[in-house]
């Protein structure tokens, strides 16, 4: 009988103090998610910091690569490196704002100039729509719910224009991160091995630290990769759609080179908007001209989505279309136009985060089983 009683103290205990830990977890759980969206935006400007130290660190590795003289081995100190790798993108950008910086101005003014002309002919526009089920003679019971959602969605597309004009007004806040990433960065690029040595150090398990090394080794390697390899495919798709409309005589070319490449950053919701924007100012002047960007940037899109971006990403990072369009719009729906920027460079990490995951219980696995069933358990979490 007092056994029994102690039992079911024991028991008693155990409920209670698994379900603090419970408690604790969900309390854990929301206190991180409501810093994570407190700090949202020292997230995003760390993300900026991140992707400019990548685009970099190839050309601050090469200057601070030993060169042998004779008996010696001499190198370049790193900060010097850092100093050298500014001072020639400072150069760049300089040379780029002093050619381009004419050019833009005058075909923004042009744009500016044209905009009445231009809001006049999107009017007519709707109101062609909106004339289209009494064009067509369609049922009186479809016209009308037809009518309204013509309607409804002119209203709404007016009002995303203006809250996207007010969000590219708020963009002048951020002015001083043009400033911030690379004070920041180059201290990034100066120290991050220093920092994460010094974090492994602190692990006292020899495994874990191998462990660790080779999850933040793949991490760094998935976002080296994602980044260099966006940045190329910006430069292509700035570079080739800016001289294929300018050889169509499209007005603006320089603004639609420049977007374009920018654009290319937001997956799927950036090419699509470019070229909705490149049709649509293109009709306004001639239907035969939209007509031919339309089909260009569709033939444009399928051949570099399937032949030149799945050559330029590395086979470790390759990301299967369904996945990218999934994460596009679950960072829609999380975070705006900036969880959209987010969303595949953040999956990509969630997958490496599932394949050490997945080699972690492989291992643990083949600790407790027989020599017999440890083929089973490798082809269970073996790749697809």
């Known amino acids: ?6 039992s079911t103290i024991l028991q008693g205990q155990q409920s209670r103090r698994v379900a603090l830990q419970v408690i ?34 190839p050309l601050v590795d090469l ?14 100190p790193r900060s010097l490196a850092i100093s050298l790798v500014y001072l020639l993108l400072a150069g760049i950008v300089a040379l780029a704002i002093d050619r381009l910086a004419p050019l833009l101005s005058d075909q923004l003014s042009a744009f500016a100039d044209n905009l009445p002309n231009y809001v006049r002919q999107l009017d007519q526009y709707a109101k062609n729509l909106a004339a289209l089920p009494t064009r067509y003679r369609l049922p009186m019971a479809w016209r009308q719910p037809l009518t309204d959602w013509l309607g409804s969605a002119q209203l ?18 951020f002015l001083p991160w043009l400033i911030l990433i690379p004070v920041l960065g180059f201290f990034f690029l100066k120290d991050a091995k220093t920092i994460s040595q010094q974090m492994l150090s602190s692990l006292s398990a020899a495994d874990l630290r191998f462990r660790v090394t080779l999850f933040l080794k793949d991490v760094s390697e998935t976002l080296a990769s994602y980044i260099r390899t966006q940045l190329i495919a910006c430069v292509l798709v700035g570079v080739i759609e800016g001289l294929v409309l300018w050889l169509l005589g499209v007005p603006y070319p320089l603004v639609f080179a420049l977007a374009a490449g920018i654009l290319e950053f937001i ?13 649509l100012v293109s009709s306004f002047h001639s239907w035969n001209h939209a007509l031919l960007v339309a089909g260009f940037l569709s033939i444009y899109r399928v051949v570099h989505d399937y032949v030149i ?23 829609a729906e999380l975070g705006g136009v900036t969880g959209v920027f987010l969303s595949v460079p953040v999956a990509a990490l969630l997958i490496v985060c599932w394949r050490h995951w997945r080699d972690l219980q492989l291992d643990r696995a083949a600790t407790l089983v027989t020599a017999e069933e440890r083929p089973l358990v490798e082809s269970y979490f073996a790749e697809d």
């Open 309 to 331: 971006y799945p050559r330029l990403i590395s086979a470790g990072v390759e990301i299967h279309p369904v996945v990218v369009i999934l994460a596009v719009l679950c960072g």
């Open 156 to 173: 709404n597309v007016v009002a995303w224009l203006q809250a996207l004009t007010v969000k590219l007004v708020r963009l002048t806040l």
């Open 1 to 6: 009988m007092a056994d029994e009683r102690i």
């Open 63 to 76: 200057l601070t690569r030993p060169i042998r003289l004779g008996q010696r081995a001499w190198q370049l």
């Open 267 to 279: 997956p799927v919701v950036g090419p699509f908007t470019l070229g909705v924007a490149a049709t």
């Open 24 to 57: 604790w977890l969900v309390v854990l759980t929301l206190v991180g998610i409501w810093l994570l969206y407190a700090l949202r935006t020292v997230l995003l400007l760390l993300a900026f910091t991140v992707i400019f130290c990548y685009v970099l660190a």
